[in-house]
């Protein structure tokens, strides 16, 4: 098969389209022919280096969706030709945050994409349990979205959800703008994203979000939100995020931030309003309702800019480092 194997990792990485042989799966695994896998941020930490779990070579993409092409000797609720979709997330059931039911906080963290061969290949190997069949009527956009949008179900899973309640989101890339749409089926009376890219902000427009700008004070609110959500990880973003939080309000830690940064805020200010501070991490118990919200009509289509084969990755990175366009995904069946 072919995959995109990324050899060592350096400021943009050292990476190869090359022939690597068929897996096989495991008594409990199938093995899925690849038909999208999307581009992640996660991706991005892969080929800089800056993961510790990370080992190499490896075969990165942990959003993928695909057909069923074999399956293991003891798999029975699975079957050669389902559509599926696949959680990369695999705790280990035994920490003890696993057997208290917080899986995706797990101590033994493995994953699909991540720690083991992912899904910038044709074919890739998974646990039956992480296969999630797909509905017939689901588009390849759809498919492919299910893995980030399991993430943003957890993170709206984290919201105190009150109906009627304002939101402001800082950033309108793909998280930001599937927060969008998950918080205002939540209830939400107006969603509001912040961002610096002006294509990015008029894409916003266009998909539904009550304004759209490029600094908060444009949005003369000054009472604050009662809920504000940061999706970008930059702790610029966070900091002016949290001014912006209303008395008894909520603050969302919803990107993914750079270890080492520390953000500034008033801890007199969170204790004498009542902010709370949450985090979301990941995927948990999320994976089933996502494909639910999309097969039930929730239209995110329009989120997916870019679709290229395996051997136009550079182009894929530089145009996801650019920020330009939304969502790319990989197609490895398509060349």
Known sequence: MRALVVTAPGPRGTTAVTELPDP???????????TSCGLCGTD??????????????????????????AVGTAVRDRKVGERVAVDPNMPCGACHYCRIGRGNLCEDYTAIGVTRAGG?????????????????????????????LSCAVHGLNRLPRRPGEHYLIYGAGTMGLMMAALVRTAGAASVCVVDLNEERLAFARSFGVDAAVTHADALDRA????????ATGVVAAIEDGLRRVRRGGTFLQFGVADPARAA?????????????????????NSFQPAIDLLAAGL???????????????DEAVARFRAGTGRKIHLAPQKG
């Open 299 to 313: 239209d995110l289509d329009p989120l997916v800019s870019d679709v290229y084969g395996l051997g136009d990755f």
């Open 223 to 230: 009472p604050g939100f009662e809920v504000v959500v940061d």
């Open 264 to 284: 500034s805020f008033s801890p007199y200010r969170v204790y004498s309003q009542e902010i709370d501070i949450i985090g979301s991490m990941a995927v948990h």
């Open 44 to 69: 991005m930490h892969i080929l800089g280096g800056e993961l510790p779990v990370v080992d190499y070579p490896l075969v990165p993409g942990h959003e993928l969706t695909g057909e069923i092409v």
């Open 24 to 34: 096989r799966p495991e008594p409990d695994e199938v093995v899925v022919r690849v």
């Open 120 to 148: 910038f290949a044709e074919l890739v190997a998974a646990p039956a349990r992480c296969a999630y069949v797909l509905p017939a009527h689901l588009s390849e956009a759809a498919a492919g979205l299910v893995e980030p």
